[in-house]
């Protein structure tokens, strides 16, 4: 199955026949205020305390930079523009999006605000990417965006990425909130956006039972059914994995088939899992998972590998 999204002119007619929605869109204001209270609260009792409770700050100048300075309407999504052929060809990938100036913009602010909680090292990061060309850091997303992670230091990954997040989070905000699922393949990657996904989630409430994908770059998710490998729809061979016990609410999900692995969350066994968030303070599942042989099929946005 694939995920299409449909014009205005199809929304109705579509919503009519609806029974569960195949893609659901993130409010930005609401996610980065529980990605953050998240972090904290698994900060407590985590062996990565400083590094969660630092990506947390960091999470709250998004959510500020939201508030206080939100991207304007793009006339490239328009809702003249975006016709039937124009959605079918996938319009904010990021392979086909020419990303507007104002993501350097939303960069150069997180950067000043930052300035506020950081020191060492971090300081001295945030110093390069201030003195960094437009044309060097246009590169740089190109290649954090490609999953060329080797050819970006990880220490400028995170604040790149999370400028990166806001723009792109804001630009969903302007396209139609509606899809259908149609046959088709290559469901393990963002059907808005085109990239990797953080974990997958299990959710409760209006959704209870269904399994969607949260992606790392616009934070949609997207619908793939439970026991089923979100990288290459196998079914054959699946396990799960978990450090605590089989009741935990995070898992690791995989496949023998492709050797791959995604984390799991479960909401029913702690509605307030969140992906970002419990995948960075389950690193040490990570680290079991490639003891094992299994390679991450999902990117965090808050910890990029060591370039």
């Given at each position: 199955m694939s995920i299409r999204i449909l014009p205005e002119s199809e929304i109705q007619q579509a919503a009519e026949g609806l029974t569960s929605p195949p893609l659901l869109f993130a409010n930005p204001k609401n996610l980065y205020q529980r990605r953050a209270k998240r972090l904290r609260q698994l900060a407590e009792n985590s062996p990565f305390k400083d590094y969660l409770e630092f990506t947390a700050k960091v999470v709250d100048v998004q959510l500020r930079l939201l508030q206080e300075q939100p991207i304007e309407k793009d006339p490239r999504l328009d809702k003249d523009v975006l016709t039937e052929e124009v959605l079918a060809a996938q319009p904010l990938h990021y392979q086909h999006w020419q990303r507007s100036p104002i993501w350097q913009t939303l960069l150069t602010n997180l950067l000043e605000e930052c300035k506020s909680f950081a020191d060492g090292m971090i300081a001295d990061t945030i110093d390069t990417l201030e003195k960094t060309s437009t044309q060097e850091r246009e590169d740089l997303a190109d290649r954090l965006l490609n999953n060329e992670f080797e050819a970006v230091p990880s220490d400028q990954a995170l604040f790149i990425w999370a400028a990166l997040?806001?723009?792109?989070?804001?630009?969903?905000?302007?396209?139609?909130?509606?899809?259908?699922?149609?046959?088709?393949?290559?469901?393990?990657?963002?059907?808005?956006?085109?990239?990797?996904?953080?974990?997958?989630?299990?959710?409760?409430?209006?959704?209870?039972?269904?399994?969607?994908?949260?992606?790392?770059?616009?934070?949609?998710?997207?619908?793939?059914?439970?026991?089923?490998?979100?990288n290459c729809e196998e079914t054959a061979h699946i396990d799960y994995w978990s450090l605590d016990s089989e009741h935990a609410p995070v898992k690791a999900e995989s496949c023998d088939d492709c050797n791959s692995y995604l984390k799991v969350l479960y909401q029913e066994k702690d509605p307030d899992v969140e992906p970002a968030a419990d995948d960075l303070a389950t690193l040490l599942l990570d680290h079991e998972m490639e003891e094992k042989g299994f390679s991450r099929s999902g990117i965090n946005p808050l910890l990029f590998p060591v370039g």
């Open positions: 997040n806001l723009y792109w989070i804001q630009l969903v905000q302007q396209i139609p909130h509606h899809a259908n699922a149609e046959l088709g393949e290559h469901r393990h990657f963002c059907p808005v956006c085109g990239s990797a996904p953080i974990t997958s989630v299990v959710h409760f409430g209006s959704t209870q039972g269904l399994r969607y994908v949260h992606c790392a770059l616009c934070e949609s998710e997207w619908n793939i059914v439970r026991s089923k490998c979100t």
